[in-house]
């Protein structure tokens, strides 16, 4: 493995990481904050060690191997949240590196998960920077790279793999830089598109930013105490919830709309099983909270409902009500709406639509095997036939999800949790939600988590991100054998 061929490119990411740092000035500036000092010169300071170990450590061999993209991808998104920190403990703000690392992971990894008791006292720069650290996370700071370096185009399909290690990886243009521009531009059509229409819905142009930036990464990061239940307001819930539910699907189709072709939506079968997914939990909740007297009106509890289901299974993590005093039947569906998550080629988490949907085609397959042990039953995905390797790779995939689930369970329980909060943290950490359940629930933090758990946490939603193989791999045997 090229050594000083990682460590250069990770010095290109941290070199990005400080540029993005100064996008918040203007906003200490403007509110007079006391951040103005801290995040420049922890934006002086990224810039200068990005630059100094590009220039030094360069090398004039560009082509990346599956190797080196596993090695660049995890080492770029512990570097992310080292350095993306910096400002927190410099401000004091945030004065535990153990707190701000938490929250720095959260932030790029679109987790959502808050250590702030308070976040309406941090300074507004702090507050963008928080939002933005979602925002680049969302689509992806490697994606990014690719789009702006032509230098990394060349091993570029390595990297853009290692970072988005879905079932399959959709290229829209031939060069790998290109669909990475593509899908770059979209993503920022759609976030400037939510701003306008948060505007004309009241907030002002800092909070309608930031949660442009946090809903289309799925993040959840809000500048409220109170997430999105602060304004109040049916329009915004339902421009927020639109532009949840779009974030959650597969970019690729979206650029196809954008070209004309809609009906690509209803042709791609994760989509039509994610949209059914949505409107049954949707309809199930509405009926239930009627029926428990939650709410008096069918309008509330659709609008009330419908927020929280499309929060949850695009993990964005936004709230506008405290699930956790609805019926338990509509938790146990928030729940299995966690492990789901969104489609692949979103900026969603968890285990994605996709997988689910073959794992539920293969179960099916088989179960007809028991009937006719010597058919031929294919697994079909978009009217094409599954190899067997990708359903195995499905398979290996899920089983390791659940078992780091329960392990990361059980050391959680280990360090003082109950159960139900354990569980909550784990899976809302490692599908990249924020919110969970018992003493994590929305609106609850994770201030009190005991500072192990908080490391435990931050590990699930890096490797949750990475969608665990990508990062899991470099703690393998093989992977350092020469």
Same mark, same amino acid.
């Given at each position: 493995? #090229? ?16 540029? *993005? ?8 500036? %403007? ?14 300071? &990224? ?28 080492? *770029? /998104? ?6 993306? !920190?910096?400002? @927190? ?34 300074? +507004? ?9 979602? /925002? $680049? ?46 899908? /770059? ?49 049916? @329009? ?13 699907? #597969? ?22 099983? %994610? ?47 405290? %699930? ?18 969104? &489609? ?12 689910? $949907? ?10 007809? +095997? ?10 079909? @995905? ?9 359903? #195995?790779?499905?398979? *290996? ?23 139900? !909060? ?5 899976? *809302? ?7 969970? $359940?018992? !003493? ?19 590990? &699930? ?15 393998? +045997?093989? @992977? /350092? +054998?020469?």
């Amino acid at each position: 493995m #090229n050594i000083k061929l990682v460590i250069s490119i990770l010095g290109i990411i941290v070199f990005f990481i400080g540029v *993005a740092m100064l996008l918040s000035l203007p906003f200490s500036l %403007y509110y007079s904050d006391s951040s103005l000092l801290p995040i420049l010169g922890s934006s002086i300071l &990224c810039i200068v060690i990005g630059i100094l170990t590009w220039f030094f450590l360069k090398t004039p061999e560009i082509e990346v191997n599956p190797r080196e993209a596993f090695a660049i991808v995890t080492f *770029a /998104w512990l570097a992310m949240s080292l350095f993306g !920190s910096i400002p @927190y403990v410099v401000s004091g703000a945030i004065p535990s590196f153990t707190d701000a690392f938490f929250e720095t992971v959260s932030g790029f990894t679109t987790t959502g998960a808050s250590i702030l008791t308070n976040v309406e006292a941090l300074p +507004k720069g702090l507050l963008f920077w928080r939002s933005m650290t979602q /925002w $680049l996370g969302g689509m992806g700071i490697i994606l990014l790279s690719l789009a702006i370096l032509p230098i990394l185009g060349v091993g570029g399909m390595q990297l853009f793999k290692a970072e988005s290690p879905g079932p399959t990886v959709d290229k829209i243009k031939p060069r790998i830089g290109e669909t990475a521009k593509v899908l /770059w531009q979209v993503y920022v059509m759609f976030t400037f598109v939510q701003t306008l229409l948060l505007l004309l819905g009241g907030m002002n142009i800092f909070d309608a930013l930031s949660h442009s930036f946090t809903t289309m990464a799925t993040g959840g990061f809000s500048t409220r105490n109170l997430s999105i239940a602060h304004y109040n307001s049916p @329009y915004i819930d339902t421009v927020i919830i639109v532009f949840m539910f779009i974030a959650g699907a #597969n970019f690729v189709l979206h650029y196809k709309a954008l070209k004309g072709d809609v009906r690509e939506y209803f042709k791609n079968n994760e989509f039509v099983f %994610y949209l059914s997914i949505v409107l049954i939990s949707i309809f199930i909740s509405v009926l239930l909270l009627i029926n428990s007297g939650n709410y008096n009106s069918f309008t509330s509890a659709l609008r009330y409902s419908a927020f929280q289901v499309v929060s949850i299974i695009t993990t964005t993590g936004y709230s506008t009500a405290d %699930y956790e005093i609805w019926p338990y039947s509509i938790q146990f569906i928030l729940l299995i709406l966690m492990f789901i998550g969104g &489609c692949a080629g979103s900026t969603a988490g968890g285990i994605k639509n996709m997988r689910i $949907l073959i794992l539920l085609k293969n179960g099916n397959a088989e179960l007809r +095997k028991l009937i006719h042990p010597k058919a031929i039953v294919p697994v079909r @995905y978009n009217n094409r036939t599954v190899p067997q390797d990708i359903i #195995n790779n499905i398979l *290996a995939f899920f089983v390791l999800f659940v078992t780091t689930f329960v392990v990361a369970t059980i050391i959680m329980t280990i360090l003082g949790m109950d159960i139900i !909060s354990a569980m909550g943290a784990v899976i *809302a950490s490692l599908s990249n939600i924020g919110p969970g $359940l018992g !003493s994590v629930g929305p609106m609850d933090n994770y201030s009190n988590i005991h500072f192990l758990g908080k490391w435990i946490l931050s590990f &699930c939603m890096i490797i949750g991100r990475l969608e665990l193989f990508t990062a899991l791999v470099i703690f393998t +045997k093989v @992977y /350092w +054998k020469v």
